[in-house]
């Protein structure tokens, strides 16, 4: 069965940095892109940023370009996201979720997501 | 970036159905099959209940049904049940390579 479990959520000051990590497990990683999809606390769903099945080809949000960085281990089957010069507005809980192709199409399973909070 | 319309709320009585519509544009539902609904309990992370814009996965129920029409996308549950109540969600594909989602709308099952 298909599970992600996301890690490294925490509490950050502004201007800060935090590396998140996605463990995959029950499927073929390296077959399919991965997204990254956020939720601020009483908020909608926001897509963050994607990687295609083998890495080649990123894709993020207007607001997180130049601060964000996704990236995958296929060996490892783990997905990344690392975090930098962090925003209050960027307080959310963040899943990582499988794409059902190799690059874009929709979400098929979502992790249980971890929490970045953002504060002085 | 892409974001779907979608109305804040929708109610309905136990029985009875509910339509929630999902509106974008020609970058996004109007150019791709891609198109996906996703149902979220408060404290649980999404799950998917429709894809490719009218397709279930396995075992989600047939109460759950949905269609595309131009740059329109919408969501049906028949048979309204205490447990559907839920936030819905709905995302596409856009020509931007990204993910659109629509703002969400919270289900009440009066």
């Known amino acids: 069965q298909e599970q992600l479990v996301e890690s490294g959520g925490g509490v950050v000051q502004p201007g800060g940095s935090l590396r998140l990590s996605c463990a995959a497990s029950?499927?073929?990683?390296?077959?399919?892109?991965m997204h990254w999809v956020r939720q601020a606390p009483g908020k909608g769903l926001e897509w963050v940023a994607i990687?295609?099945?083998?890495?080649?080809?990123?894709s993020y949000r207007d607001s997180v370009k130049g601060r964000f960085a996704i990236s995958r281990d296929n060996s490892k089957k783990t997905l990344y996201l690392e975090m930098n010069n962090l925003r209050a507005d960027d307080t959310a809980v963040y899943y990582c979720?499988?794409?059902?192709?190799?690059?874009?199409?929709?979400?098929?399973?979502w992790g249980q997501g971890t929490l970045v909070s953002v504060s002085s | 970036q892409s974001a779907l319309s979608q109305p804040a709320s929708v109610s309905g009585s136990p029985g009875q159905s509910i339509t929630i519509s999902c509106t974008g544009t020609?970058?996004?539902?109007?150019?791709?099959?891609?198109v996906a609904w996703y149902q979220q309990h408060p404290g649980k992370a999404p799950k998917l209940m429709i894809y490719?814009?009218?397709y279930r996965p396995s075992g989600v129920s047939n109460r759950f049904s949905g269609s595309k029409s131009g740059n329109t996308a919408s969501l049906t549950i028949s048979g309204l049940q205490a447990e559907d109540e839920a936030d819905y969600y709905c995302?596409?594909?856009?020509?931007?390579?990204?993910?659109?989602f629509g703002g969400g709308t919270k289900l009440t099952v009066l």
């Open positions: 979720a499988r794409d059902r192709f190799q690059s874009g199409s929709y979400c098929d399973y």
């Open positions: 990687v295609w099945y083998d890495g080649s080809n990123k």
């Open positions: 020609s970058n996004d539902i109007g150019s791709y099959k891609y």
């Open positions: 029950g499927f073929t990683f390296s077959n399919y892109a």
């Open positions: 995302s596409s594909y856009t020509t931007s390579g990204a993910l659109g």
């Open positions: 490719e814009v009218n």
